[in-house]
């Protein structure tokens, strides 16, 4: 069992001089960018498929909930839910999967080896795993797009859709950092990552509206999963023309902005308190 001695235990601090500079921080939060886009890459059968599977999947949903017909009303809704539900399945699942890939060959350990903080990899991560999630999404998009066009119908667009598109994103990568944390002392935590999907799509408003759901669901979606408050929003703006500072559903723009950034502080907290938890115990031999 390999042990990790935590750098705040070391007697005598770095010299100023033998301090990473912000050169270095940002060479290494370049590099580990540069190592999920190469992944990508690699991986470019696979994204190849779920650019097709996924629109289909959507649009066999859409037939479903039609009752074999692709109804207008529901086109552009549950386009709108669909986008946001793979980004998240995406997103989450890259930056998880990368980490614990990392953890169990070994190449973890050697991040507190050198004098820069975790945080900075970290963070490099969360930027090629929502990079990395755009071309699943984006192909949703573009196939819902064209349904719609071609039905005849019209694709709105608001510039202010930005904000909750940005609180999803961020969110997102709050619950990211979150399950990597946990992965980090529980060591089958991604069975969470293979069933957080269906509660994504099912409780997540992604296709049936959180107001048509109990209140007690409604309620904790709205509190817990970081796509809920977005789409409510986006659906808002889109489907409804109402204003940012007008939403008439959830918990209205306070919300939406405050969710992410509550999400973000946990994961960061969390995260930090389970990463010192790993180290003191030596756990991550156990890979």
Not at 10 to 33: C, K, L
Not at 124 to 153: D, F, K, M, N, W
């Amino acid at each position: 069992m390999t042990t990790l001695t935590p750098t705040a235990g070391r007697t005598a601090p770095a010299n100023i001089a033998d301090r990473p500079g912000a050169a270095t921080y940002v060479n290494a939060f370049s590099n580990e960018v540069r190592k999920g886009l190469l992944n990508l890459a690699a991986g470019w059968r696979e994204v190849l498929v779920q650019m097709i599977t996924f629109p289909v999947f959507f649009l066999l949903l859409v037939l479903f909930m039609g009752r074999g017909q692709l109804r207008d009303e529901l086109l552009l809704p549950g386009l709108l839910g669909m986008v946001s539900l793979v980004f998240i399945h995406e997103q989450v699942n890259r930056a998880f999967w990368s980490y614990l890939g990392d953890m169990q060959s070994g190449v973890l350990e050697q991040t507190y080896l050198t004098p820069l903080p975790s945080w900075t990899l970290i963070l490099g991560r969360q930027v090629a795993a929502v990079v990395s999630a755009l071309p699943s999404a984006l192909s949703v998009l573009l196939v819902g797009v064209i349904t719609i066009e071609a039905r005849g119908g019209d694709t709105p667009f608001d510039v202010q859709i930005l904000v909750p598109a940005t609180s999803i994103v961020l969110g997102t990568c709050g619950l990211a950092l979150i399950l990597c944390g946990l992965t980090l002392v529980y060591k089958r935590i991604e069975i969470i990552t293979q069933f957080s999907m269906a509660v994504w799509f099912i409780a997540g408003g992604t296709f049936v509206p959180l107001d048509n759901m109990p209140d007690v669901t409604a309620f904790l979606s709205r509190l817990l999963v970081p796509i809920a408050p977005g789409i409510e929003a986006i659906r808002d703006i889109l489907v409804g023309g109402h204003a940012l500072t007008g939403l008439v559903t959830g918990w209205g723009l306070w919300w939406v902005i405050l969710q992410p950034l509550v999400l973000i502080a946990i994961g960061v907290v969390l995260f930090g308190r389970l990463e010192n938890v790993a180290r003191r115990r030596g756990t991550l031999g156990r890979y």
